[in-house]
């Protein structure tokens, strides 16, 4: 038996290979098309997702896991260990923290050796990623679970984000701007650039012209007070592979190679609220 045993869910965009390598267990998110709902990575690929947004032209929606699905697989990940971290993206964002707690707890009453700690990142994507992964790298150290919560929580703002989305009607479907700015917006190619704060994603300022959008983005870090240009590290995270490609090249051009730390893909539970087209670059903060 493992002392700690790290889960995630959908909502962390982990690359599958990095499930893997470091043992990390996953719960599914759904998504629904109209009627039609679908497991997360399970029932639904992140290409899948992206093609029948495309085909239907239907705005998705996510929810939460199941309860019983959660419960059965918060219990069975729980037998392999002594203590188990579930980090969860933001529960100002989505209900799946507050679920989880309280299945902690019924779990804890009826199998009292449990001991299952919820985790409010309070942030999304490769941000959760990140801190799951560096959990499972200080458990193999022999990290207790109150030192790794400790320090995964330091590790939480070792990033900072800068968020490109192509489709503003899928901000404006989920109410992070208005209709108005959405159609002026498209019509003046205005892109808003968004980033992470106090547990939400919010806009950040506004850049002009897809062309030279990713050089402006680039810019941007570079004048960052926070970037840390001694050590530069990235991760780009994208719906969109030849976009990643294209920012990865102009980041190895501008920084050097080997300055990408990790790259991902938005999955459906991003991805219904950026659509096809966003990405994202992380950058380490000094």
Known sequence: MNKIGIVVDTGADMPPELLEKYGIGMINFMVNFGDESYSVGAEMSNAQFYEKIRETGIHPKTAQTPYQEMYDRLLEEAKKCETLIFFTISAK???????????????????????????????????????????????????????????????????????????LNYLEKVGR?????????????????????????????????????????????????SFDPINPEFIVVHSD??????????????????????????????????????LAVLFRKK
Not at 210 to 220: N, Y
């Open 177 to 225: 701007i208005t209709k108005t700015a959405a159609i002026v917006g498209s019509l003046l190619d205005i892109k808003p650039v968004l980033t992470i704060r106090n547990g939400l994603i919010e806009p950040l300022l506004k850049l002009r012209g897809k062309k030279k959008m990713l050089k402006k983005l680039i810019g941007l870090i570079k004048e960052d007070a």
């Open 241 to 278: 592979e030849d976009y990643a490609a294209e920012t990865i090249s102009l980041l190895e051009e501008e920084f050097g190679q080997g300055v990408i730390y990790m790259k991902s893909e938005f999955g459906p539970i991003i991805g219904t609220h950026t659509g096809p087209g966003a």
């Open 93 to 167: 964002a989505s209900g799946q923290n507050h679920t989880a707690q309280m299945i902690a707890k019924e779990l804890k009453e009826e199998y009292p050796e449990t001991d299952i700690r919820v985790f409010d990142t309070e942030s999304f994507s490769v941000y959760v990623a990140d801190a799951a992964i560096y959990a499972a790298q200080l458990a193999k150290e022999g990290a207790e679970a109150d030192e790794i919560i400790e320090k995964c929580r330091e590790r939480l703002n070792y990033w900072e984000v800068y968020l490109l989305v192509d489709d």
